[in-house]
């Protein structure tokens, strides 16, 4: 299949130039925070979180709530996986951290008690569908008792299933219990490929459960797909990409695989010479852009694609789309509280992260802590650079002047080095520089970590800890 390699527009939101890409990929964080999680430090604790909760109250607690729920646990180990997860069969090990979880909900919501609503909320993993549906029903209705929800017309409230572990009736059961919007991995239809990475997935089990969530009454259905596994190809996955249009899912994510067997275990099971090459890569890159804007479906940016008619698409066209640690959403400006193994809240102007194991997450719970263990109090320029992400990562363009409101400073003074590194961004094509807009043109959408990373201070900083595990994907 010819793909061409230089500049071809594809859609009038997104543009795809193999040459640019070439020259321009690097390694640079994905900006689901600013400052990013390597820049959280373990001088940051429990006290720093409930000052950040007690000046959220003062302040008239304004925001919405966003409730994060982590569930570790997965039944087998895919073999790309980098998540934080903990492969067992043994299901008690869900009952005793479901224990830990309730204690830990319970003190965030007394610590919330009588602020905002939630209008958000979350579960992701590991595998959320990990644990029964009887543990669901009995977790939500701990989490009602200490937290009040929107109604389901307001609020948006997700959940991340493993199709090979879920039934037709378990969708159905999820749906009643709250759930409005589903997502769910696919990775890739292609038998071949399922096996080269431990996830067999038949295609009639995940359109079945595409089917029951629509039959549900789900408002959106999310698939995610990988390139660049092993086995994969420009034809499996134009197969692939024929199939998952067929289906129609409301929202799309495609990864770039980022083969690191020496940060990621599991990644080592994986046989280096079925990986596909860099140039096949782009070349797929390239093919999963064209399939599916042709089929309809919106740039938002960052792997994510969605319906014109879907609420990030409508959200982002209304410019109020926002950028949190799950991704893109449609609530701007919640208090984040996460909760569970190793997850980050974000709250006030401050994040942070719990404790990364079991045994240490059970253990603060134990003495009746909040087991947080590092984080960060971002200063005045750390949110401004973080509204700045946040503005170009969703929007694709800075308003010069709302930013001169909000801050006492002078835009083209305050970030003159800034400016500079951009002007040779303008000059590669990736974005446009007036005296009131930054502007990202339709092929810099595509590289829009890079030009974040011109805002963010931090990198090719020392760190003040040592962070294991600490490495950016490529932009592209
Ligand atoms: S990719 Fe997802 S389902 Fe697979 S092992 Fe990792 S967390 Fe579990």
Same mark, same amino acid.
């Given at each position: 299949?010819?793909?061409?390699?230089?500049?071809?527009?594809?859609?009038?939101?997104?543009?795809?130039?193999?040459?640019?890409?070439?020259?321009?990929?690097?390694?640079?964080? +994905?900006?689901?925070?600013?400052?990013?999680? #390597? +820049? $959280? &430090?373990?001088?940051?604790?429990?006290?720093?979180?409930?000052?950040?909760?007690?000046?959220?109250?003062?302040?008239?607690?304004?925001?919405?709530?966003?409730?994060?729920?982590?569930?570790?646990?997965? #039944?087998?180990?895919?073999?790309?996986?980098?998540?934080?997860?903990?492969?067992?069969?043994?299901?008690?090990?869900?009952?005793?951290?479901?224990?830990?979880?309730?204690?830990?909900?319970? =003190?965030?919501?007394?610590?919330?008690?009588?602020?905002?609503?939630?209008?958000?909320?979350?579960?992701?993993?590991?595998?959320? &569908?990990?644990?029964?549906?009887?543990?669901?029903?009995?977790?939500?209705?701990?989490?009602?008792? @200490?937290?009040?929800?929107?109604? !389901?017309?307001?609020?948006?409230?997700?959940?991340?299933?493993?199709?090979?572990?879920?039934?037709?009736?378990?969708?159905?059961? *999820?749906?009643?219990?709250? $759930?409005? +919007?589903?997502?769910?991995?696919?990775? #890739? $239809?292609?038998?071949?490929?399922?096996?080269?990475?431990?996830?067999?997935?038949?295609?009639?089990?995940?359109?079945?459960?595409?089917?029951?969530?629509?039959?549900?009454?789900?408002?959106?259905?999310?698939?995610?797909?990988?390139?660049?596994?092993?086995?994969?190809?420009?034809?499996?996955?134009?197969?692939?990409?024929?199939?998952?249009?067929?289906?129609?899912?409301?929202? %799309?994510?495609?990864?770039?695989?980022?083969?690191?067997?020496?940060? $990621?275990?599991?990644?080592?099971?994986?046989?280096?010479?079925?990986?596909?090459?860099?140039?096949?890569?782009?070349?797929?890159?390239?093919?999963? =852009?064209?399939?599916?804007?042709?089929?309809?479906?919106?740039?938002?940016?960052?792997?994510?694609?969605?319906?014109?008619?879907?609420?990030?698409?409508?959200?982002?066209?209304?410019?109020?789309?926002?950028?949190?640690?799950?991704?893109?959403?449609?609530?701007?400006?919640?208090?984040?509280?996460?909760?569970?193994?190793?997850? =980050?809240?974000?709250?006030?102007?401050?994040?942070?992260?719990?404790?990364?194991?079991?045994?240490?997450?059970?253990?603060?719970?134990?003495?009746?802590?909040?087991?947080?263990?590092?984080?960060?109090?971002?200063?005045? !320029?750390? *949110?401004?650079?973080?509204?700045?992400?946040?503005?170009?990562?969703?929007?694709?363009?800075?308003?010069?002047?709302?930013?001169? %409101?909000?801050?006492?400073?002078?835009?083209?003074?305050?970030?003159?080095?800034?400016?500079?590194? *951009?002007?040779?961004?303008?000059?590669?094509?990736?974005?446009?520089?007036?005296?009131? @807009?930054? &502007?990202?043109?339709?092929?810099?959408?595509?590289? =829009?970590?890079?030009?974040?990373?011109?805002?963010?201070?931090?990198?090719?900083?020392?760190?003040?800890?040592?962070?294991?595990?600490?490495?950016?994907?490529?932009?592209?």
């Amino acid at each position: 299949m010819a793909v061409p390699a230089t500049a071809v527009p594809i859609s009038s939101n997104v543009q795809f130039d193999a040459a640019l890409i070439r020259k321009m990929s690097q390694q640079g964080p +994905r900006y689901t925070s600013y400052p990013t999680a #390597d +820049r $959280f &430090t373990d001088s940051f604790g429990m006290g720093d979180y409930l000052q950040a909760v007690n000046s959220v109250r003062a302040m008239g607690a304004r925001n919405p709530l966003s409730l994060y729920l982590h569930i570790p646990f997965c #039944d087998k180990l895919c073999y790309y996986c980098a998540c934080n997860k903990i492969i067992t069969k043994v299901r008690s090990k869900a009952d005793e951290y479901l224990t830990y979880l309730k204690r830990e909900i319970e =003190i965030q919501g007394k610590l919330f008690a009588d602020m905002n609503t939630v209008e958000q909320l979350h579960f992701g993993g590991g595998t959320p &569908t990990y644990i029964s549906d009887a543990q669901m029903g009995d977790l939500l209705a701990h989490l009602r008792k @200490w937290f009040r929800f929107a109604t !389901d017309d307001v609020g948006e409230y997700s959940i991340e299933i493993d199709p090979r572990t879920v039934s037709p009736e378990r969708v159905h059961s *999820l749906r009643a219990q709250g $759930f409005n +919007r589903i997502s769910f991995g696919v990775q #890739d $239809f292609d038998e071949d490929v399922q096996k080269a990475v431990n996830r067999i997935q038949p295609e009639e089990c995940t359109l079945g459960v595409m089917q029951a969530a629509r039959d549900a009454g789900f408002r959106s259905i999310s698939i995610d797909l990988i390139y660049g596994l092993p086995k994969q190809n420009l034809i499996t996955m134009d197969k692939t990409l024929s199939k998952v249009i067929a289906a129609n899912p409301d929202r %799309l994510s495609i990864y770039n695989y980022a083969h690191m067997p020496a940060l $990621f275990k599991p990644q080592r099971r994986i046989n280096e010479d079925e990986l596909p090459s860099g140039e096949t890569k782009l070349d797929m890159l390239s093919l999963c =852009i064209r399939r599916l804007t042709e089929a309809g479906y919106v740039y938002i940016g960052m792997d994510h694609f969605a319906k014109p008619n879907d609420e990030l698409a409508i959200a982002q066209r209304q410019g109020r789309l926002h950028r949190n640690f799950q991704g893109y959403s449609t609530h701007a400006e919640a208090e984040m509280v996460a909760m569970g193994v190793s997850a =980050i809240s974000s709250v006030g102007s401050t994040y942070s992260q719990n404790e990364k194991t079991l045994e240490g997450y059970y253990e603060r719970l134990e003495q009746g802590e909040l087991p947080i263990c590092r984080g960060i109090k971002m200063n005045v !320029d750390d *949110l401004l650079r973080r509204i700045i992400i946040q503005m170009l990562m969703c929007n694709f363009e800075l308003s010069i002047k709302s930013v001169e %409101l909000a801050y006492p400073i002078t835009f083209a003074n305050y970030f003159a080095t800034e400016l500079e590194k *951009l002007r040779a961004l303008e000059a590669d094509g990736l974005l446009t520089i007036d005296q009131e @807009w930054i &502007t990202v043109t339709p092929k810099g959408r595509l590289l =829009i970590r890079n030009i974040c990373m011109v805002f963010d201070r931090y990198l090719g900083m020392p760190r003040e800890v040592k962070v294991e595990r600490m490495h950016y994907s490529k932009t592209i």
